[in-house]
């Protein structure tokens, strides 16, 4: 009797092991809250991140916001239900993210931020954000700003999303860069929501309303500066020479609009973000301690550099 409740204990223990060898092998679940598809360098993130995780045998849950917080919220409460080994998360805007955040960490689920921040009260809702710096980017586009025109111009700007970091700070970062070039002068700001379509529209709006008093725009990101181009060119105006463009992203898109002598300079936001991400969430995972802020590293490319750099662009 004692032999067979000893052997019956072994073959459990046995299966325990195995059990746990099997759950150790299984893949990593990870969800994915893509903020939408506004834009060519958003796609190029999305598809860093799902190929990543192809590469690296991850399962990977992803949804994509369509530009709505709330369709955000949503998915992320959906991967927490799904017991996930970890989130990532591309936030549409800064707030509010606070409830569905608690529930994660409740979980003990880690959140990583991608390519924007967020405001909360307790930074513990999250492991840490993997972005570029948005108010250097901004300085850079100021200091290419007065470099081109000596310090004297009349700029319209295109705003990212409303209450979005990279639109926040992008702002910031170049009204700060301006500060002291009394020159240049910020004729209006408005929101083109990081896309072509508004881009051409609000760019259409400024040309009626200051036509050629314009000489620089400056576009939150590539799509909106390529939409700007459209309406420089309707309006009957030479982008790129008449009034000068600068944007942030470096999109392919980008440098060939500059190789066509259409736009003058980007400031690059790299979006091929999926390796890194997988690569701090594994370590999030295994308790490893990280900085809050893994910034991503970017420069200025111009016109002049555009055809002998834009055969080696990946985005």
Not at 3 to 22: D, H, I, T, Y
Request: aromatic letters at 6%; one cysteine or more.
């Amino acid at each position: 009797m004692k032999k067979a409740l000893v052997l019956a204990l072994l073959a459990l223990s046995v299966a325990v092991l195995a059990g746990g060898a099997f759950a150790a092998d299984k893949p990593l679940v990870v969800g994915f809250s893509q903020i939408g598809a506004e834009s060519g360098w958003r796609t190029a993130e999305t598809e860093s991140v799902i190929s990543a995780a192809k590469d690296l045998g991850i399962d990977l849950k992803f949804s994509d916001g369509q530009q709505k917080q709330e369709n955000q919220i949503k998915a992320i409460r959906s991967f927490i239900a799904q017991g996930v080994d970890g989130i990532l998360l591309a936030p549409v805007v800064e707030t509010g993210w606070e409830p569905v955040l608690g529930e994660a960490k409740k979980a003990n689920i880690p959140v990583i931020l991608l390519d924007r921040g967020i405001t909360v009260n307790d930074e513990s809702l999250y492991v840490c954000k993997i972005t570029s710096d948005f108010v250097f980017e901004g300085k850079e586009a100021a200091k290419w700003v007065i470099a081109e025109t000596g310090g004297t111009a009349n700029v319209v700007q295109l705003q990212g999303t409303p209450g979005a970091s990279a639109a926040t700070e992008r702002q910031k970062g170049f009204e700060e860069g301006i500060k002291d070039a009394p020159g240049i002068k910020i004729l209006e700001s408005q929101t083109g929501d990081f896309t072509m379509e508004l881009g051409k529209q609000v760019m259409e709006a400024f040309l009626k309303k200051y036509g050629k008093d314009i000489n620089v725009v400056y576009a939150h990101n590539d799509d909106m500066g390529l939409g700007a181009i459209q309406a420089i060119k309707e309006a009957g105006f030479k982008p790129g020479e008449d009034i000068k463009i600068i944007t942030v992203d470096a999109t392919k898109a980008a440098f060939e609009a500059m190789v066509a002598g259409e736009m003058n300079a980007v400031v690059e936001c790299n979006p091929l973000l999926g390796p890194l991400a997988f690569e701090t969430l594994k370590k999030a995972i295994a308790g490893e301690t990280l900085e809050k802020w893994i910034v991503q590293k970017d420069e200025v490319f111009t016109k002049d550099q555009a055809p002998s750099v834009i055969g080696d662009r990946k985005y």
